[in-house]
């Protein structure tokens, strides 16, 4: 690796630190360094002066505190999904890649965890898990790793039923800015002992520490699952089958919302034949009589509403490549435009304001010369509206990111989030003093500078 | 109120300035600092120098700014029922009444939340959802209020189905040291909207700040709940058959172990004839058929381990009598002692330790010379050791607390917590290093020191 490549902001004496301990393991390789500046959205590239592999927690705290003493910034990276820019390193510095602490260190049936290194990634789990009767039910899409997972505050299309990863994390290892390595608690199932560092480091983006093993909740594979496929004349309908059976009590394992473009992309991307009018895709956890039983309540709802047709995906197989049609829904809403690079909201309102939030969005985005999608975890009041923008112009850049400001605003009005489990990452810091007033800004900013004193921990991201 | 009985710790432009602002809601007298300055444990009373009854969040900002100019602690007090000396005024200063901020600000059924202020008791929320269909499940036993069931994170019977405070607890409006107000979030289901203020504050025991609202999620009634009784032979096998219970997935919604000393005090505080062996107070909620198959698989387990009964109570009044019987166990422990103070022990493990961890507790304590019972949230790997101790006896209480100190090294040994619902208080200050090594308690510090550099808020609690 040619020090040729070095940038001006790393010093020479960190990178022969960093080559020292990492060996081969370290990389100021350009191509290595562009693929750690970027994730998977329409942010910039920005790439960091090196990339150090850890295989341990021990690893990351040598970096770490090799960063420290040189003032560089450090940059976790698990697999790069991110989509608010949270792994570009902005103020130049080092990324820690924590790809290869891929260990599955202990699976414990009779207490329903188990403790990961944080580069293990979700599906990686879920293969691992095969056999124990468990499973690990965080499921954002793409297959990012678990640590990165906790540090975005990830969740997904499960969340209606199992929680975020807020919700799924017992407690976790971090390197804090200082080198230290804590562990945030034990594997009790509660504990009122004490600040919830849990939760602090939980969508923390890097910027609090370096989380680098975890220990993550399981739960009993349940004895019957069925998902179902329902379309609807409008969107209105469809967000209101949703809204209806959560507030009657209906345990819904999953109810994602694509409107009419999603479903055409779906169709496209994954050889379905769907109608392409907004559908819910739902799925039901439980008893055979359990699924049974919700799913008859859930059809009579739809109907209700106009609901077109109902279509139960049973077999495994089938359920299977359903989903992974809803996953692959992003980048095949990115295929109608070929070329398009994504921008993406991602609020997140109380469902009683949902379909109200979800029309306006609509009525709105109807006035864009961009095209756009959507796509949403509508049990948890979470959606997305995806923008197909043309990388090359600045002009659509600036529309779609207009629209999402306004998303954004409507959202909070009604006592929203402006993001669901997108992040903040160096996307919507803009967004956090709307959402928590100048008080809780600055609670924030307090608790950063106590943690991070000089400001190195993935700077740019969360808090300005 | 006369001057005579101020302190010198607090000086007397401190109380006219409260006195000016709260008028005969700002109170001296003997009697009411000595209220405020304990709660339902054997910790030493500990007077404030002066009590604010606060009306609404502008009184209790103007409250914690004043002390602020003063340097002089503010000590939030709800109903008085914690249990670690949580309300003593260590350093002197101004409790701050919540009591009075007890109004349901808003019942939304749409969204299955409420918004409370934090004075609102849980028996107060209970009475006042009636006829909603929706219920608040954490339940301690104690009526306290829901801001100090906040702040120390607080738990108890239902949490095996429903969590903690912390999973419960959507967004919260507290005020900081600087006397800022601060709401932690919205109402959306789910947001990964920078640092999660709202669990840093669960749990903080009013050490970060002094909780005025919150909005808190609600569950649907379920349609059928069933509980029932099961007495075993030992204390292992009624620990084993809640664990197997859970190991399965059974979905329980409370399981309360008794031991034969709490089933003697249950019996004679609450006029019932049960066994006094080690009982499991069951309790199931779902649909008529869930609840059904989930009681006759507890049933077999339970029968399988050598469980000589199993009694249901079905109807509403019973189910209500046994529940107040459960809940009343702990001043029923305490009158089996007559003028006795009580000493807790709290830890909680993960759930494969739970039956070893009571095994050794118990036999530790078979060698103590005080009188103790057990009582314990099982479910959730949490139980209490209630230790009889003769106020007047500085060596009960030297007893008493060595073997809390040994109860709490052997759970952190086997990774559980030395508090699952407590809290720190000034009891447990020195287990907290123990838990979470100097890294994790020197990251509480300057958590602490950022948002509370003067030191003002609760001091000598949670952090030393």
């Given at each position: 690796m040619a020090d040729a490549e070095l940038t001006a902001a790393a010093d020479t004496a960190l990178h022969d630190e960093l080559r020292g301990r990492?060996?081969?393991?370290?990389?100021?390789?350009?191509?290595?360094?562009?693929?750690?500046?970027?994730?998977?959205s329409h942010h910039p590239v920005i790439p960091p002066d090196g990339v150090a592999f850890a295989e341990s927690t021990a690893d990351v705290a040598f970096a770490v505190r090799a960063c420290a003493r040189h003032g560089a910034p450090v940059i976790p990276f698990g697999a790069g999904t991110s989509i608010e820019g949270h792994v570009q390193a902005v103020c130049g510095g080092?990324?820690?890649?924590?790809?290869?602490?891929?260990?599955?260190?202990?699976?414990?049936?009779?207490?329903?965890?188990?403790?990961?290194?944080?580069?293990?990634?979700?599906?990686?789990l879920d293969r691992e898990l095969r056999g124990t009767g468990l499973f690990f039910p965080v499921d954002p899409g793409a297959?990012?790793?678990?640590?990165?997972?906790?540090?975005?505050?990830?969740?997904?299309?499960?969340?209606?039923?199992?929680?975020?990863?807020r919700d799924n994390v017992v407690s976790l290892t971090a390197v804090l800015a200082s080198g230290e390595v804590v562990r945030t608690g034990g594997r009790a199932r509660k504990s009122s002992a004490g600040y919830d560092l849990t939760n602090l480091l939980v969508g923390s983006e890097?910027?609090?520490?370096?989380?680098?093993?975890?220990?993550?909740?399981?739960?009993?594979?349940?004895?019957?699952?069925?998902?179902?496929?329902?379309?609807?004349?409008?969107?209105?309908?469809?967000?209101?089958?949703?809204?209806?059976?959560?507030?009657?009590?209906?345990?819904?394992?999953?109810?994602?919302?694509l409107d009419g473009t999603a479903m055409r992309a779906v169709n496209r991307h994954s050889g379905f034949s769907y109608a392409e009018t907004p559908a819910v895709f739902f799925e039901f956890h439980g008893s055979e009589a359990d699924v049974e039983a919700n799913g008859a309540m859930v059809?009579?709802?739809?109907?209700?509403?106009?609901?077109?047709?109902?279509?139960?995906?049973?077999r495994q197989d089938e359920r299977t490549r359903l989903w992974k049609a809803r996953h692959d829904a992003y980048p095949a809403i990115?295929?109608?435009?070929?070329?398009?690079?994504?921008?993406?909201?991602?609020?997140?309102?109380?469902?009683?304001?949902?379909?109200?939030?979800?029309?306006?969005?609509?009525?709105?985005?109807?006035?864009?010369?961009?095209?756009?999608g959507i796509v949403g975890h509508v049990g948890d009041g979470n959606f997305h509206a995806v923008f197909m923008i043309d990388p090359d112009s600045e002009a659509e850049l600036a529309e779609a990111e207009a629209i999402n400001e306004r998303i954004v605003r409507r959202a909070i009005a009604m006592e929203g989030t402006c993001t669901g489990e997108h992040g903040i990452g160096m996307g919507k810091i803009g967004f956090l003093r709307e959402e928590f007033g100048a008080a809780g800004v600055s609670a924030m900013r307090a608790v950063k500078a106590a943690l991070d004193p000089q400001g190195i921990m993935n700077p740019g991201k969360v808090v300005a």
């Open positions: 990492f060996g081969d393991r370290y990389s100021t390789a350009a191509a290595v360094r562009e693929h750690h500046g970027k994730d998977d080092i990324s820690i890649d924590l790809g290869r602490m891929n260990r599955v260190l202990a699976v414990r049936p009779d207490d329903l965890d188990v403790t990961v290194e944080a580069g293990v990634t979700r599906m990686q297959d990012a790793t678990l640590g990165g997972m906790a540090a975005t505050g990830a969740s997904g299309t499960t969340t209606v039923r199992y929680g975020t990863m890097g910027t609090l520490g370096v989380i680098t093993e975890l220990t993550l909740r399981l739960h009993p594979v349940p004895e019957a699952m069925a998902a179902a496929v329902c379309s609807f004349p409008g969107l209105e309908e469809a967000v209101r089958s949703v809204v209806e059976a959560v507030q009657m009590g209906v345990p819904l394992a999953r109810a994602e919302l059809q009579e709802i739809s109907g209700s509403l106009g609901g077109t047709s109902f279509e139960y995906a049973r990115l295929a109608l435009r070929p070329g398009c690079h994504g921008l993406t909201s991602d609020v997140c309102v109380p469902v009683s304001r949902l379909a109200q939030c979800i029309a306006e969005t609509r009525d709105d985005m109807k006035r864009a010369t961009i095209p756009w």
